[in-house]
């Protein structure tokens, strides 16, 4: 039996979508994606699931096996899987990061094709909630792991001037810093804190999440008051120590609603072949991170 549209039946036929990652307790992506599914009638439901990262593969794999539809990849599994896929989309061989699978039959077998949908939600996210121009741009990165490296090479795709990258481990910025001096030659990339003003620090590390989470930025070497506009990758909890901070410094602030909204809007479109509701999946995020 076929669902019927705006139904929530579950039944034998429901196709299964997820989220993979360490930790998923606050995620909002099953809100948005589910409100998805239901506006348009797709008898598919969406789920969260907390996978550490020597289980990632059995994980994939288990997807695999029970005829998932996609995934989707957070913290910390977006490097690790790029090993793992079958194929990889022009986007993930781009920015060496995947953060959304599809399962796709072939003859005999499922592959699994990795694709990276948070390069473009990073750059729609900065254009739409804090009007920012990229081009010419001096920008502070906080974080080299999986979306600091996706964020680093898509902030330089898109012309800026200057990028300053700060990671506690200083040898994985460094590697960032000298792939960008391959690609993109007319970036100027530095390792460290700026000195004088940015137009933008972004952070996309995972601090934050956790009321007891220091700011990821070192406020003893740069000021906040030296920066134009603040975004911090994380949505939940909306307004994080550094966020906050910069408010108080008189920066213009964005948390990652955007970039969720954005990234899982294509996620969306690469599963099931249709054009995802937005209107639908902004308003199912907006409850989600409301709602105590």
Not at 9 to 32: E, K, W, Y
Not at 42 to 65: S, T
Not at 227 to 248: E, F, G, N
Not at 251 to 261: P, V
Request: proline share 4%.
């Amino acid at each position: 039996m076929s669902q019927r549209p705006g139904s929530s039946a579950i039944d034998a036929s429901t196709r299964l979508c997820a989220l993979f990652g360490l930790p998923v307790v606050h995620s909002a992506s099953p809100a948005m994606h589910n409100a998805a599914f239901i506006a348009l009638g797709l008898n598919w439901r969406y789920l969260a699931f907390q996978v550490a990262p020597n289980d990632l593969c059995a994980a994939i794999e288990g997807a695999r096996a029970m005829n998932f539809a996609g995934v989707n990849l957070t913290v910390p599994h977006k490097l690790a899987a790029v090993d793992m896929m079958d194929e990889l989309d022009a986007s993930a061989k781009m920015f060496g990061a995947v953060n959304t699978i599809r399962f796709k039959c072939s003859i005999g077998s499922i592959r699994a094709v990795g694709f990276n949908t948070d390069a473009d939600a990073i750059a729609a996210s900065l254009s739409e909630d804090l009007k920012l121009k990229l081009p010419g741009a001096r920008v502070l990165l906080l974080g080299a792991g999986g979306a600091g490296r996706t964020a680093a090479l898509k902030l330089a795709s898109e012309n800026v001037a200057e990028l300053f990258l700060v990671n506690r481990t200083r040898s994985k910025a460094l590697g960032i810093a000298q792939e960008i001096k391959r690609q993109f030659h007319s970036v100027k990339i530095q390792v460290g804190y700026p000195v004088g003003r940015v137009d933008l620090v972004m952070n996309a590390t995972s601090l934050g999440l956790r009321p007891a989470d220091a700011s990821p930025l070192d406020e003893k070497k740069f000021s906040l008051r030296h920066a134009s506009a603040v975004y911090d990758m994380i949505y939940c909890p909306s307004q994080t120590r550094l966020l906050a901070r910069a408010i108080k410094a008189g920066c213009k602030t964005a948390n990652g609603l955007g970039m969720l909204l954005y990234q899982g809007a294509r996620a969306f479109e690469i599963w099931t072949g249709k054009s995802a509701p937005l209107n639908v999946m902004r308003k199912a995020l907006e409850h989600a991170v409301q709602s105590p």
